[in-house]
C-alpha cells in the first residue's frame, strides 16, 4: 500500500486535489470495510509533497461528518476519531500546514460542541476536542490561536455546565481535562480564571494524570500572575485547594509531594492564614 500511496505522491498539487476530491468517499468507504487501508492516507499526510493538500481535502471532509461521532457504537465513529487524529498530527509534523486548519477550526469546535450537547454518548466529541487541543497547544500555532479566541467564551460555558451536570467519572474526568488544556495564552484566560478554579479542584482529586495537570496548571498560574491579581481570584477556593494540597504531601513513593511542597512554598503566608481560619 505504501508503493500505491507513493504513486500519486509525484502528482501535481492540481492533478492530485482533483483526483482525490472525487475518490475520498470511495478511500473511506474502503477504509471502513478495511482498516489496513488508513496506510494510504497517513502516507499522504507523512508526505511533504501532498501533505497539505489531502489535509485540506481530509479535513473538509471530515468536518461534514461530525455527527457521525454521536454513534460511538457505529463503524464510522472510530474511524473518523482516527482520521481527525493523523489530520491534526500532521500539522504538528508539517508546520507549514498550520493555515489549512485555521478555515475549519471554528467549524470543528462549535460542531463537536454542538452535537455533544444532543448526543446521548458525548465521549467521541469530547476525545476529538481533546485530540485537537494537544496538537496545537503549547503556543506554537499563533495564528490558530487567535482563530480560537472566539470560540473560547461559548466553549468554556458549554464544558462548565457540564461539569456541573455529568455523573459519569471518566466523562468528567474528560471535562476538566479539556477545562485545564484549552489552546489559549494565560493573558486570554485571565477573565476566567475563577471559574478554571473549579476544574482544577475536581483535578486534584481525580487520577494522577488529572492531579499533574492541575498542580502543573496551579504553578503556571502562581509563577505567572502577581499575587495581588490571583489571591482575590483563589480566595474563595482557598481553603479547599490548600486541603486539597496537604493531602499531597506524602512521602515517596507518592509523586506529587514535592510539587506541592513547592506550591505551598509559592503562596507563602497566605496558605498559613487561610488554614487558620
Known amino acids: 500500500l505504501d508503493y500505491f500511496a507513493g504513486v500519486f505522491t509525484v502528482l501535481d498539487a492540481r492533478n492530485f486535489t482533483a ?7 470511495f478511500l473511506f468507504e474502503h477504509l471502513l470495510a478495511n482498516a489496513a487501508v488508513s496506510t494510504v492516507l497517513q502516507h499522504f499526510l507523512a508526505n511533504s509533497n501532498v501533505s497539505r493538500h489531502f489535509a485540506d481535502l481530509l479535513l473538509a471532509f471530515l468536518s461534514a461528518r461530525l455527527g457521525s461521532l454521536s454513534e460511538p457504537g457505529g463503524r464510522e465513529a472510530p474511524v473518523l476519531l482516527r482520521l481527525f487524529k493523523l489530520v491534526f498530527g500532521s500539522i504538528t509534523l508539517f508546520p507549514e500546514n498550520e493555515p489549512i486548519l485555521r478555515p475549519h477550526l471554528g467549524t470543528i469546535v462549535n460542531g463537536a460542541v454542538r452535537h455533544a450537547a444532543l448526543a446521548a454518548n458525548p465521549s467521541h466529541h469530547l476525545y476529538l476536542l481533546r485530540a485537537l487541543f494537544k496538537s496545537i497547544g503549547g503556543g506554537k500555532f499563533e495564528g490558530l490561536y487567535k482563530e480560537f479566541l472566539p470560540l473560547l467564551p461559548p466553549l468554556l460555558a458549554h464544558l462548565m455546565r457540564h461539569i456541573n451536570a455529568v455523573h459519569a467519572p471518566g466523562l468528567r474526568d474528560l471535562l ?5 488544556t484549552l489552546p489559549a495564552r494565560l493573558s486570554t484566560l485571565l477573565p476566567y480564571l475563577h471559574l478554571l478554579m473549579r476544574p482544577v479542584l475536581l483535578a486534584l482529586s481525580g487520577p494522577p494524570e488529572l492531579v499533574t495537570l492541575a498542580l502543573r ?10 499575587p495581588d491579581f490571583i489571591q482575590p481570584l483563589m480566595a474563595p477556593k482557598m481553603r479547599q485547594l490548600l486541603l486539597l494540597l496537604c493531602q499531597q504531601l506524602q512521602p515517596p513513593p507518592h509523586q506529587f509531594g514535592p510539587i506541592a511542597l513547592r506550591i505551598l512554598g509559592k503562596l507563602g503566608g497566605r496558605n498559613r492564614r487561610f488554614l487558620r481560619e
Open 19 to 25: 483526483i482525490f476530491t472525487q475518490q475520498l468517499p
Open 176 to 180: 476538566v481535562e479539556l477545562c485545564l
Open 217 to 226: 496548571t496551579l504553578e503556571f498560574w502562581i509563577d505567572h500572575l502577581h
